[in-house]
């Protein structure tokens, strides 16, 4: 059974940083490219960052570039989001999900999800 668990989600003020984690199980995670995305309250879930099975390909999503890094650490089977620099429109449920082929942005295209976890950045 396919688990992905995310924590370090918390409440942070504006220019503040979080770290969130990914904890996969019950699949070969170096077969997997991860992605992170966020549903903020009355929106649709978005796109924030993504990294390939290798973790040599990191897309971004244009609002996030610049602050936000995503990494992998296959050893432990985890996939962090480094979040830098946030601001009150970050305030989201955060997510992680796997593709087994490619990281992509289109949330369609992922096999598996967590469950999430909330980031709120108070001004």
């Known amino acids: 059974q396919v688990q992905l668990v995310e924590s370090g989600g918390g409440s942070v003020q504006a220019g503040g940083s979080l770290r969130l984690s990914c904890a996969a199980s019950?699949?070969?995670?170096?077969?997997?490219?991860m992605g992170w995305f966020r549903q903020a309250p009355g929106k649709e879930r978005e796109f924030v960052a993504a990294?390939?099975?290798?973790?040599?390909?990191?897309p971004y999503a244009d609002s996030v570039k610049g602050r936000f890094t995503i990494s992998r650490d296959t050893a432990k089977n985890t996939v962090y989001l480094e979040m830098n620099s946030l601001k009150p429109e970050d305030t989201a449920v955060y997510y992680c999900a796997a593709n087994r082929f490619v990281e992509t942005r289109s949330e369609g295209e992922y096999d598996y999800w967590g469950q999430g976890t909330q980031v709120t950045v108070s001004s």
């Open positions: 019950g699949l070969t995670f170096s077969n997997y490219a």
């Open positions: 990294i390939s099975r290798g973790g040599s390909r990191t």
